[in-house]
């Protein structure tokens, strides 16, 4: 709402912080990724970018810029949100990018076209997304409980040709079947709402849904995406430190991202 801060403005800050530790010594193996921690990548914190609590549409422009001078400049974003508005501004930046894949993990297919009036908050990520001539397809991942979606929006969904794969569909079969959704070769924007990852996990968010993915497969969403085409780029949002105390979702979502840098590597490889 214009005026009060996003219920996950602390989390890049939080996320940053146990981030560090990967910095500390890049010649360590990293047994997740199968290779260097980071995959050697280069890495530049950009920090934040600025906004304003009575804006929302400045403030998509100045992230849209700002992720556009990221591409420009040959770099892989890796967006720490904020909540899952900010993907939204993010996408709009790939325009003109050709075949643009997404893979999204979370607990809500975030397809409905406004809530009181907003239509651009985060129950409409993907239905925005879907109406960007460059998004060409959508895989989405992890959706369980009531969320904001009602039947209509399923319906939507499934109609413009997103692939649904639930919690459940997951636990039942492995993500195998889901990543056979990415075409082989894309460019692949991976979505990471960190509600999709389960709350034994990432404790910290506003809803927690309980049977959500486990690390194992999140890890296994990241490397089999990028075995199968090109991450050109990853958020992670929806994280909420004070709803976690003991900041366990940070490290872990800190450990979640450092996979996808070294994923980004493999495939550039």
Request: glycine share 10%.
């Given at each position: 709402a214009p005026g009060r801060p996003s219920h996950a403005a602390e989390a890049p800050g939080a996320v940053r912080a146990a981030l560090g530790w990967y910095g500390a010594d890049a010649t360590?193996?990293?047994f997740d990724a199968g290779g260097p921690l980071l995959g050697g990548a280069a890495v530049v914190d950009l920090g934040d970018v600025p906004g304003?609590?009575?804006?929302?549409?400045?403030?998509?422009?100045?992230?849209?810029?700002?992720?556009?001078?990221?591409l420009i400049a040959g770099a892989v974003p890796l967006v720490l949100g904020g909540d899952?508005?900010?993907?939204?501004?993010?996408?709009?930046?790939?325009?003109?990018?050709?075949?643009?894949?997404?893979?999204?993990?979370?607990?809500?297919?975030?397809?409905?076209?406004?809530?009181?009036?907003?239509?651009?908050?985060?129950?409409?990520?993907?239905?925005?997304a879907s109406e960007m001539d460059h998004v060409k397809r959508i895989v989405q991942i992890g959706a369980r409980g009531p969320g904001s979606a009602?039947?209509?929006?399923?319906?939507?969904?499934?109609?413009?040709?997103?692939?649904?794969?639930?919690?459940?569909?997951?636990?039942a079969q492995g993500v195998a079947p889901a990543l056979e959704a990415v075409p082989e070769g894309s460019d692949v924007f991976l979505a990471i709402d960190v509600d999709g990852i389960d709350p034994a996990v990432v404790p910290g968010?506003?809803?927690?849904?309980?049977?959500?993915?486990?690390?194992?497969?999140?890890?296994?969403?990241?490397?089999?995406?990028?075995?199968?085409?090109?991450?050109v780029g990853v958020d992670f949002v929806e994280y909420v430190p004070a709803q976690d105390p003991a900041g366990t979702g940070a490290k872990a979502i800190a450990r979640l991202a450092s996979?996808?840098?070294?994923?980004?590597?493999?495939?550039?490889?």
């Open positions: 360590r193996w990293d304003d609590l009575q804006d929302g549409a400045a403030n998509r422009a100045a992230i849209s810029a700002a992720i556009g001078r990221t899952d508005s900010v993907p939204i501004p993010v996408l709009e930046a790939y325009d003109g990018h050709t075949g643009l894949t997404i893979v999204q993990v979370d607990a809500h297919i975030d397809w409905r076209h406004e809530v009181d009036g907003v239509t651009h908050g985060f129950s409409s990520t993907m239905r925005r009602r039947a209509e929006e399923v319906e939507t969904a499934r109609a413009w040709g997103a692939v649904l794969h639930t919690a459940r569909d997951v636990h968010v506003i809803l927690p849904a309980f049977g959500g993915l486990t690390y194992q497969q999140v890890l296994d969403v990241i490397l089999g995406v990028a075995a199968r085409g090109r991450i996979v996808a840098v070294a994923a980004i590597m493999q495939g550039r490889r």
